[in-house]
C-alpha cells in the first residue's frame, strides 16, 4: 500500500544534517518505503520542502532530487474532502493548516497512510479517519 509523505520527513531526509535516534528511525523508514516504490507526494508538499531555500544552488539539488517522485494528482474532490475535514475538527477544536488537510483528504480519498513526525496528524486522527503510518520496529 503506498504511503503519503508529509513534509516534516521528507525535511528531516532532505535537509536536515544531524539527526537524533528517532530521527534516524525515521528517515530509514522512508528510505525502506521508497526502495518498496510505495512512497508517494503531492504538489503541495513539494512546494512546502523547495519554499524558502535561499541559495540558488541548494534549491536546484533538492528539486533534481524530488523529481524521481511523481505528484500523485489532487482533483475537486480532494479540495472538498479538505474542507470538510477542516470544518469537522474545527468543530471540534481542533485547528490545522490548509495543507495540513488536503494530505488528510487525499490520504483518506485513497485509502492510503500519512507518514509525519507533525503531531497535529494525530489530533486530527482523533475526529477523522486519518491513517498515521508508524516505523517499522524490523527497521
Known sequence: MKVL???????????????TGDEKKTV???KELIKEFRAVIIGPVRQELLSGISQAEKYEMLKDKLKYFEDMAINSEDYEKASELYNICR?????????????????????ISIFSTDK?????????????HSVRNNL
Open 28 to 30: 530509514n523508514e522512508l
Open 5 to 19: 509523505i508529509d513534509t516534516s520527513v521528507w525535511s528531516l531526509a532532505l535537509r536536515k544534517k544531524t539527526l
Open 91 to 111: 468543530k471540534n477544536g481542533i485547528q490545522g493548516s490548509h495543507i495540513d488537510f488536503l494530505i488528510c483528504a487525499v490520504s483518506i480519498n485513497r485509502n
Open 120 to 132: 497535529d496528524f494525530f489530533e486530527f486522527s482523533k475526529v477523522i479517519p486519518v491513517r498515521i
